[in-house]
């Protein structure tokens, strides 16, 4: 069967600000030192499984361009551009429907586009086994797969998956439940148990599999996305699908159909994931020197220490810092305490809540 790819590429990265803008989010920066984006990691670690031209980028029309000019190579019908936000549920439906009139059928990835993976040999490994896993179920049996990463610390900021450790077989295991972010007692419980991954967000199916899924537990989404499929290649497809995906409730895919579903399984993986969640994951992506600094750009310092600066081509020069984040772009220049890297958030709430629109 055909193995086909959905990267979620419509983010905003709010904390990588001011890196990260609306017009420029966290998927199109690059964060490491080769040079490359993380939406081009994306889809260059999959090119073992999917060709180029099976894969989706789902996106909104604001970074269309962005998606042409960092991804030269895929083929421009692959962008599909979201007319609003409606959560994972629909715009997943979204590229399942525009593949089901490609290929019928197909095997689908749906992966962000802003992770990074350090063992991509085995996150290949893992990812045919959950290839195979969706494609070779029981008839009449909806499969639907996810990856569940081993946790390694009591981490607050991730949802959990529960798994029968008794049902593995081969590496994949069956879903009892999802469980959402946890406070730190409970994630302690988890870690502690062994029977708890994090929920990385990556899921494999197919095509067919969860379009049923979502004709059954959501067809009010359904409805609308089967509009969309027979308007796909006419001249009402712009003007249906806006009209339709705007309708369509706003929901997750976990809430909206693995929660409601049975055939649910997880293959667990340690392959070096990291959600790249805010600044500080820069120490993790790029070798800190003998100070434990990470050091991006024209980057002077003395009597500095674990402390993460990234700038252009405007020298930046640092002295006597510790545990501090700098960020300088053209027009604004971060600078925090490590400790303090969540709240960059409400910072740019400060600046809507002022008008500041523009430093957004």
């Known amino acids: 069967m055909k193995t086909a790819a959905l990267i979620l590429a419509g983010g905003k990265g709010e904390r990588f600000w001011p890196g990260s803008r609306t017009s420029h989010p966290k998927q199109f920066l690059c964060l490491t030192g080769d040079g490359k984006t993380m939406i081009r990691h994306t889809v260059e670690r999959i090119l073992p499984i999917v060709n180029m031209e099976d894969i989706y980028v789902s996106t909104n029309e604001r970074y269309r361009q962005l998606v042409y000019e960092q991804l030269p190579e ?41 992770h990074q993976i350090a063992f991509e040999d085995k996150y290949t ?10 494609e070779n179920g029981d008839e009449g049996e909806r499969r639907l797969v996810t990856l569940g990463i081993t ?29 959402e972010k946890p406070d730190l007692e409970k994630a302690k419980q988890y870690l502690e148990s062994g029977d708890y991954l994090w929920n990385s967000g990556m899921f494999i199916w197919k095509v067919s599999a969860i379009l049923a899924s979502m004709e059954k537990n ?122 303090h890297t969540a709240d960059i958030k409400k910072l740019l709430e400060e600046l809507r809540s002022k008008g500041r629109e523009e430093y957004l």
Do not use: H
């Open 218 to 339: 959501m067809p009010e989404v359904y409805k609308g996305l089967t509009d969309i499929e027979a308007a796909i290649g006419t001249n009402d497809e712009v003007e249906v699908l806006k009209s339709a995906f705007e309708a369509m409730p706003s929901q997750s895919v976990d809430y909206g159909i693995l929660e409601k579903e049975d055939s649910i399984y997880v293959c667990p993986g340690d392959f070096g994931w990291d959600d790249v969640g805010s600044w500080l994951a820069l120490s993790r992506l790029n070798a800190p020197d003998e100070n434990g600094n990470v050091f991006m750009g024209n980057v002077e310092s003395t009597s500095t220490k674990r402390t993460i600066v990234k700038a252009g081509d405007k020298l930046v020069a640092v002295v006597g810092l510790e545990d501090v984040v700098v960020v300088d772009t053209e027009d604004a220049t971060l600078i925090c305490s490590a400790e």
């Open 74 to 114: 895929l083929p421009k019908e692959n962008v599909i551009c979201e007319p609003v936000g409606r959560n994972t549920a629909p715009g997943i439906g979204l590229g399942a429907v525009y593949m089901r009139r490609k290929y019928g059928d197909a095997v689908m990835l749906v992966l962000p586009s802003d």
């Open 125 to 134: 490994e893992i990812l045919k086994k959950a290839v195979d896993t969706a």
């Open 151 to 179: 946790p390694n610390e009591p981490e607050t900021g991730y949802g959990y998956i529960k798994f029968d450790r008794s049902s593995d077989a081969n590496g994949v295991c069956r879903v009892e439940r999802f469980v």
